[in-house]
């Protein structure tokens, strides 16, 4: 049932017509998704992930991204990998529930709709997780979603 309030679809941050990066999340995290240029080694990239701050490349090279984050995460549960042409960085949120509007300060931001259908998401991903014998999937919300991080006393951390 959980797999049913995972993300439908992928956001894009798109900068003068070109897709730069695609991302989503999940209650806990972020995920980061980067086409990478044909002919380079993979041994090549790099991702350095800060508490506050992402930097991404190719070694010898001027950073591809070199950005704070919207928000922190847990650089110790943090990584990427590379996979068919495709680089991928889940970002461990700080504050699991929080939802992120861009994973990018002040870039990208997701518009009013969107985040709000994004908050929806989370908070039906939140009751699931709570109550894993029921099914969320077609629950709605009228009216403005609450904050998935502090409705009803906060996130629980069992």
């Not at 989503?24 to 090549?44: A, F, G, R």
Request: glycine letters at 6%.
């Amino acid at each position: 049932m959980a797999e049913k309030l995972a993300p439908e679809k992928r956001h894009s941050f798109v900068h003068d017509g070109k897709t730069i990066f695609e991302w989503d999340q999940t209650l806990e995290e972020v995920n980061i998704y980067i086409n990478l240029p044909p002919n380079v080694h993979s041994k090549q990239f790099y991702c350095k992930i800060q508490s506050k701050h992402v930097e991404v490349g190719i070694k010898g090279n001027p950073p591809y991204l070199n950005h704070d984050l919207t928000c922190p995460v847990k650089t110790d549960s943090s990584f990427w990998t590379l996979e068919d042409d495709i680089m991928h960085i889940t970002l461990q949120k700080r504050d699991k529930g929080q939802t992120w509007a861009s994973p990018i300060l002040g870039e990208g931001q997701l518009d009013a709709y969107s985040s709000d259908l994004e908050q929806k998401r989370l908070m039906l991903q939140r009751f699931q997780e709570e109550n894993p014998g029921f099914d969320f999937s077609q629950a709605q919300f009228t009216g403005n979603c609450p904050d998935p991080r502090t409705f009803m006393g906060g996130i629980r951390n069992d």
